[in-house]
């Protein structure tokens, strides 16, 4: 990859840049590229951004365990979810605006994941049509939704999704409203004049170049949860809650009829102090019991992060900020490095810590827990699904 021809202070750069050996690389690069305000927006979160850095930091604290003399040779990473086989256990999570990393866009990523048989997850505010970024797809595309003021709005994406062959649609749950994010109010932030929600019109596109004061006014924060089987008869496509962190979400999601969960604190954008993701996933899993898929996204850097989740009862994890890192450091064809990066660390892994299959993968993967990281007990038997309003205590401290 070569160099950008200003860094961040507007130097020149005359050297080109290593190629990225992890994912940490991909985000050294895009930082040196991206005018200061656009890394910030994509960069920060919410707050003080203690979410933000615990989403990433609790993935230090796991130890996996070795085996020695596995026998594995090539692991078969692939996974099903939906009736549908992944090449690895990850896709791409919703993210705004990828014109702001690269002028190709959602369709360049759209592409990289698909050369690897991986899906894609397409933001509400994307910066190219539905029906541009399925023509550059090879592989599943999913629609993540918000619901504005105006049902209409969000019933016709989902129209458009399910006609432009998208399989499946991810309601955010969490989002009311966006949260306060003060490196944006500090940068004044506003998306720029040329790039556009591409899908939005009307309403619910006016004022969306300053994405916090224009989710106030737009969104419906009435929402209830009655409003996934109205998705699910509009569309006939299967719809996934995203946002879920207790025991009593997870049940009223399952109750709602989703056909997943995934275990979000939006990227550390939303309610700062709000656990990690990886802390909040066995109580998730303990409450879903297998009746539906549960993923996670939030925090996962590497194979081993992977790994990780989904010995604590993920299926399979989305990761959003790296997408965009590698999109600015080297367009299309840096996501399908990074993601080819991140799915052979995680090939990597299952050999060496002896699992032949994704399917294999279970607690005992890992070293016993430190406290503020419970591993899953056995599901619990048959019986009411009815699950208390406050979720069993469990010590969350960082020791």
């Not at 604290?61 to 003399?69: E, G, I, K, N």
Request: net charge neutral.
């Amino acid at each position: 990859m070569t160099s950008a021809t200003r860094g961040p202070a507007g130097a020149a750069f005359g050297e080109p840049d290593p190629e990225p050996l992890t994912l940490d690389d991909f985000a050294r690069l895009a930082r040196r590229r991206l005018p200061p305000e656009v890394w910030d927006f994509i960069a920060g979160g919410a707050g003080r951004e203690r979410t933000l850095a615990a989403n990433e930091a609790v993935f230090d604290a796991v130890r996996l365990r070795p085996r020695a003399l596995p026998g594995v040779d090539e692991p078969d990473t692939s996974v099903e979810l939906l009736g549908v086989r992944w090449a690895a256990p990850v896709g791409i999570a919703p993210v705004a605006y990828h014109e702001l990393a690269h002028p190709d866009g959602e369709p360049a990523t759209a592409a990289a994941a698909g050369a690897l048989g991986l899906p894609l997850v397409v933001s509400t505010f994307a910066s190219r049509t539905l029906e541009e970024v399925a023509h550059a797809a090879s592989a599943p595309l999913w629609l993540q939704l918000y619901c504005f003021r105006d049902h209409g709005t969000t019933l016709d994406l989902a129209r458009r999704a399910r006609d432009s062959g998208y399989q499946a649609l991810v309601l955010t749950v969490d989002t009311p409203f966006t949260g306060r994010r003060l490196r944006d109010l500090r940068n004044g932030f506003a998306v720029p004049a040329h790039i556009t929600p591409a899908n939005l019109a009307g309403s619910a596109a006016a004022g969306s170049a300053t994405p916090g004061a224009h989710s106030r006014l737009a969104f419906d924060r009435g929402l209830d949860w009655s409003f996934v089987a109205r998705l699910h008869a509009v569309s006939g496509l299967p719809v996934l809650a995203k946002g879920v962190l207790t025991a009593s979400d997870a049940e009223a999601a399952v109750r709602a009829g989703v056909a997943g969960v995934v275990v979000s604190n939006h990227g550390g954008r939303q309610l700062d102090g709000v656990p990690a993701t990886l802390e909040a996933l066995p109580e998730v899993v303990a409450a879903v019991r297998g009746r539906v898929p549960v993923l996670l996204d939030g925090g996962v850097r590497t194979g081993a992060d992977i790994l990780a989740a989904l010995a604590l009862g993920a299926r399979a994890v989305l990761v959003g900020r790296p997408a965009l890192y590698a999109l600015a450091a080297g367009g299309g064809p840096g996501v399908r490095r990074m993601l080819a990066l991140l799915t052979a660390e995680f090939a990597d892994t299952m050999v060496l810590t002896g699992h032949p299959t994704t399917g294999t993968i279970g607690p005992d993967t890992l070293s016993p827990p430190r406290p503020g990281l419970p591993l899953p007990g056995p599901p619990p038997p048959p019986g009411p699904t009815t699950v208390p309003r406050t979720a069993p205590h469990t010590d969350r401290s960082h020791g």
